[in-house]
């Protein structure tokens, strides 16, 4: 067991399954404080829906790939706190080898849609059951990666699992090294996150030069993920996020 303190942020990494504790600053505001207990509210759904529904109509689909990929972003609660679920992946996996991600993967024949291929993956990844899973919203999808070396189209399903305990849940060693909940308050912090930026070639500006967010877990959360939890907290709580995220993501047809 060891403790890592970056400014405002305090974690604890316990037993083999990875539970994360995080702290975040406190603000003082009533109305924070009732937007972060009511993030995962039957009322906050409705409002959530709405807020995908409108970017999805403003939004062009990303370009048309090979493949088609799924990840669910994982709301729930664990001791009582409003969290995102993520996954660190093995360290003896042939790509992303120690990232962090959301439970999720390429679509499967036998899957019905991208939110069957989500709660599919998901439940192989860490024994959720999806039967269990309240889907709230699919946003449209994003390249799995930009320009040429695109192959999938990534779809994230916005779900709630409910109430969490990450020891009890059944991970798949081939898939999962660690379940990690963090507290939604901690990924709104900006004292908890910045960006990276891209270039596409030579470290010389372009027109598909892109900012990503950057999440200061442990391990970090960038690249793909760090976009899809910077559009999901733009859509669960507009008034206390502003979106980092800049750039091409989407691709005209």
């Given at each position: 067991m060891y403790f890592y303190v970056r400014q405002s942020c305090v974690w604890q990494l316990g037993n083999r399954c990875g539970q994360f504790f995080f702290q975040a600053r406190h603000i003082s505001s009533s109305s924070y404080n009732d937007a972060i207990r009511n993030v995962l509210s039957d009322e906050n759904k409705e409002r959530t829906i709405q807020n995908v529904t409108k970017?999805?109509?403003?939004?062009?689909?990303?370009?048309?790939l090979s493949?088609?990929?799924?990840?669910?972003?994982?709301?729930?609660?664990?001791?009582?706190?409003?969290?995102?679920?993520?996954?660190?992946?093995?360290?003896?996996?042939?790509?992303h080898a120690g990232e962090v991600s959301f439970p999720g993967g390429g679509m499967d024949y036998g899957d019905t849609s991208v939110i069957d291929t989500a709660l599919r993956?998901?439940?192989?990844?860490?024994g959720f059951p999806k039967s269990k899973v309240d889907v709230w919203a699919t946003i449209k999808p994003l390249p799995d990666r930009f320009l040429q070396k695109a192959t999938k189209a990534v779809?994230?399903?916005?779900?709630?699992?409910?109430?969490?305990?990450?020891?009890d849940l059944k991970v798949n060693p081939n898939e999962v090294e660690k379940v990690m909940c963090i507290p939604i308050e901690f990924l709104l912090d900006p004292y908890n996150f910045g960006t990276t930026r891209f270039r596409v070639k030579n470290n010389k500006p372009s027109p598909f030069s892109y900012t990503m967010p950057i999440y200061f877990t442990k391990p970090h959360i960038w690249g793909l993920t760090g976009t899809f939890?910077?559009?999901?907290?733009?859509?669960?709580?507009?008034?206390?996020h502003k979106p980092l995220t800049k750039g091409r993501f989407h691709v005209k047809k």
């Open positions: 970017y999805n109509e403003n939004i062009n689909v990303a370009k048309k493949q088609t990929a799924a990840v669910l972003v994982a709301l729930c609660y664990t001791n009582n706190v409003p969290c995102m679920l993520l996954t660190v992946r093995p360290s003896h996996m042939k790509k993956e998901t439940e192989e990844e860490i779809y994230p399903v916005i779900g709630n699992l409910g109430h969490v305990d990450p020891s939890v910077n559009l999901s907290l733009m859509f669960l709580i507009p008034e206390w």
